[in-house]
């Protein structure tokens, strides 16, 4: 939805939010999730032989970057924070979500309209 919203690429989106956490789920180890993750997901995608290397270096940007809400980044990259965001409040309200994740849940509630 939302990389439909900013005209990125939904298929990248999807991928990248699907493996956005494998680190954290094949290890249970959450310790830099996100940098580790990129590692695994870009040996995934190699093995599968059905992305090309700048989809592949898209994705695995995302996903490196995904844990780092604090600062703006490149537009895809945006799309898979903003989604972990998401669903970090939506589907866990009750958990402890960080101040930098209300302010950017604050501006996708505006942008989707979900005041």
């Known amino acids: 939805m939302i990389a439909m919203k900013r005209s990125e690429d939904v298929e990248l989106a999807t991928i990248a939010g699907m493996l956005h956490d494998i680190y954290t789920y094949s290890t249970m180890d959450g310790i830099d999730h996100a940098h580790k993750g990129a590692v695994v997901a870009r040996e995934i995608l190699d093995s599968l032989h059905i992305f090309n290397c700048k989809e592949i270096d898209t994705i695995c940007s995302a996903i490196y970057n ?40 604050e501006n996708l509630k505006s942008e989707f309209g979900l005041l």
Do not use: G, T, W
């Not at 990259?77 to 994740?101: F, G, R, T």
């Open 66 to 105: 995904h844990s780092d809400k604090d600062i703006k980044h490149l537009p895809f990259d945006e799309v898979l924070i903003d989604a972990d965001v998401m669903q970090h409040c939506l589907y866990n309200p009750l958990s402890d979500v960080h101040e930098k994740e209300m302010a950017r849940f």
